[in-house]
């Protein structure tokens, strides 16, 4: 399988859903303490009708999103690479035993870098996670360059 590197295309699996060209890929299911992502058969955009069915919650905490790569203008991007995949790869434990049915794959900075072993953990990845645990806190924040 050939990974395709259009970088206008590459989306980040991580970002917000305020941000342009924001799609909703995956719902956000099980418990407060081990959510699990469940991924959509096919990104939907993030339109306003789609954010105040999310209320009084906020959208980050209902779906998983994704939208362009920013690259150079993210805190996690070194310049070549994602730091936050990387650190999703090596500090997550795995979720899963076999690759999840993820509608964005081809497109995912995150498999594009790191391969399924991003995937393998990446279910467990909420965006707004206010009862994320001390190691989920640790790899979401962005480390210094060079680190």
């Known amino acids: 399988m050939k990974h395709h590197q259009s970088s206008e295309k590459t ?17 956000v299911s ?7 992502v469940t991924y959509l058969k096919k990104p939907q ?9 999310t209320a009084p ?14 690259t150079n203008k993210c805190q996690h991007f070194d310049g070549s690479h994602c ?10 434990p795995l979720v899963e035993d076999k690759l999840p049915a993820c509608p964005i794959r081809r497109d995912c ?10 995937c393998m953990r990446c279910p467990q990845v909420i965006t707004d996670n206010y009862n994320a645990s001390e190691l989920v806190r640790k790899v979401s924040m962005p480390t210094a360059i060079g680190e």
């Open 11 to 27: 989306l980040c699996p991580s970002s917000r859903p305020e941000l342009p060209e924001s799609v909703a890929f995956g719902v």
């Open 30 to 36: 099980g418990t407060v303490e081990e959510p699990h």
């Open 45 to 53: 955009p993030i339109t306003e009708e789609l954010i105040v069915l």
């Open 57 to 70: 919650v906020t959208p980050a905490e209902v779906f998983r999103t994704a939208s362009p790569c920013a």
């Open 83 to 92: 730091r936050l995949a990387q650190r999703v790869v090596e500090q997550l």
């Open 109 to 118: 900075r995150w498999f594009q870098q790191e391969g399924k072993a991003a």
